[in-house]
């Protein structure tokens, strides 16, 4: 999985903040002037494979969006989990994208 070879330091990313249970870094493939992603350490496919073990994990995946989003320089930005290949989903391990800031010139 590309983001455990991430977490790993095997792949390199640009870090915005690691914790123990998560990591955020810029999106290779960025859609807005801002885009990053926070992505559990822990490898989890998708959202349907959560249950009630990860209500903490998925809160503070979601708390840590504004407050990287605000230090980005974003005030208002959009967040967005893809789920299943259907739902979009590229990358099989959990990521939550954080988006702001207009389109990508």
Do not use: W
Request: aromatic share 6%.
């Amino acid at each position: 999985c590309i983001f455990c070879k991430i977490v790993a330091g095997d792949i390199p990313a640009k870090r915005l903040y690691e914790d123990d249970a998560l990591i955020a870094f810029h999106d290779i493939r960025p859609q807005a002037k801002v885009h990053f992603l926070i992505v559990p350490k822990a490898h989890i496919e998708t959202l349907k494979t959560c249950n009630d073990s990860h209500t903490e994990l998925l809160g503070r995946m979601l708390l840590l969006a504004p407050k990287l989003a605000a230090e980005q320089g974003l005030f208002g930005f959009k967040t967005v989990m893809h789920v299943e290949r259907e739902g979009g989903q590229e990358v099989f391990h959990i990521h939550l994208h954080v988006l702001g800031g207009g389109p990508v010139a």
